[in-house]
């Protein structure tokens, strides 16, 4: 259209049906029929039509934002959330807003109530470790705040997204017994989250199932980032007894194990296998690349938004029942792994 923007009212026209068909239709209803939808979104691309924020907000009371609610640093698993959610926010109409918190710092349920209010995001998404803050938790609850949380500990709560944490860790570990490997090195994630006592609780069944020896000298702190897989790769490394694989609780930590390696002519894999979690973008460049858990992390932020934005319209309140979308994951094989020199000797 020339010399005016294109109203809702001039693409019903265009697409033989109400106005109030096409308001349903750009905000993803159900009860629009897919031949209806796919007409209505063809006649506001030809038209160029672009939704009134503003007016959609005056109607329907909502603010057609949400939020994703994290701790610390903006990480690759971050990252990986926020596309995911994106994905499934822009054909709904909704925008994302990113808000960090640092835990250490500040009271996560103050700071997360402040920003509910200052902004009137229709409901958050929140990330680990928040969402195992009980206090959090219930004041969402309280305030009728609507909220999918990722990855919680405790699975009998709420709306949530999650995959077998310890299932995975374990099935890396048994991987790399099968290899052959008797002497497992391990890097623990953040103290925090409770994926790193997943990680570590699965580490050592895995050893004990298998009849090996949990060993404390070749077993570090860390906290998933790359800084503390070079500080556990040097102290693991120089012990008495170095192991012939690491198990490193995150793809960065991995990436710090490898460097260390690499300076200290450490060979990859034929001294040393490496194993991460995540399969992040980082776990592909390395080299040689990692042997790592692939986390559905992007999947697991599309399908959080859509179910927060299932809830938002449907105005359910948020209750104590669980319902839970549990996804799968995937041991990828890269060349960071193989059998130890004594196995295939």
């Known amino acids: 259209m020339v010399g005016k923007h294109a109203t809702i009212y001039d693409v019903a026209r265009e697409a033989q049906v109400s106005f109030k068909t096409v308001s349903r239709a750009l905000n993803g209803e159900e009860s629009v029929r897919p031949a209806t939808r796919q007409r209505v979104f063809d006649a506001a691309k030809k038209l ?17 934002t949400v939020a994703l609610f994290y701790d610390g640093d903006f990480s690759s698993y971050i990252a990986g959330l926020q596309l995911g959610m994106i994905e499934a926010c822009m054909p709904l109409h909704y925008e994302l807003i990113l808000h960090p918190c640092d835990i250490d710092i500040e009271s996560p349920t103050e700071d997360l109530t402040m920003f509910v209010s200052q902004t009137d995001v229709d409901g958050v998404v929140v990330t680990p470790p928040l969402c195992d803050n009980q206090e959090l938790i219930s004041a969402l609850e309280r305030l009728n705040i609507k909220h999918v949380m990722i990855s919680p500990q405790d699975h009998d709560r709420g709306l949530q997204v999650y995959f077998m944490e310890y299932q995975a860790a374990y099935d890396l570990m048994s991987y790399l017994i099968g290899l052959g490997h008797r002497r497992i090195g391990f890097i623990k994630g953040d103290p925090a989250h409770s994926s790193s006592r997943s990680r570590y609780e699965a580490y050592k069944d895995a050893l004990r199932d298998a009849g090996l020896r949990l060993d404390a000298s070749i077993v570090a702190r860390g906290n998933f980032n790359f800084q503390s897989g070079l500080q556990g790769a040097r102290r693991i490394l120089n012990a008495p007894e170095p192991p012939t694989a690491i198990f490193a609780s995150d793809d960065d930590t991995a990436a710090g194990v490898m460097h260390y390696a690499h300076d200290a002519g450490i060979d990859i894999p034929s001294e040393l296998s490496v194993a991460g979690f995540d399969d992040v973008p980082i776990s592909r460049h390395l080299w040689p690349t990692l ?12 399908k959080a938004a859509q179910l927060l934005i299932d809830a938002i319209r449907a105005d359910k309140a948020i209750k104590m029942d669980s319902v839970a979308t549990i996804l799968e994951y995937e041991i990828i094989e890269r060349d960071s792994c193989a059998p130890p020199r004594s196995a295939s000797a």
């Open 291 to 302: 042997t790592t858990v692939r986390q559905p992390i992007q999947l697991m932020g599309a």
């Open 48 to 64: 160029n039509y672009t939704p009134n924020r503003a007016a959609r907000r005056l109607a329907g009371n909502r603010s057609y």
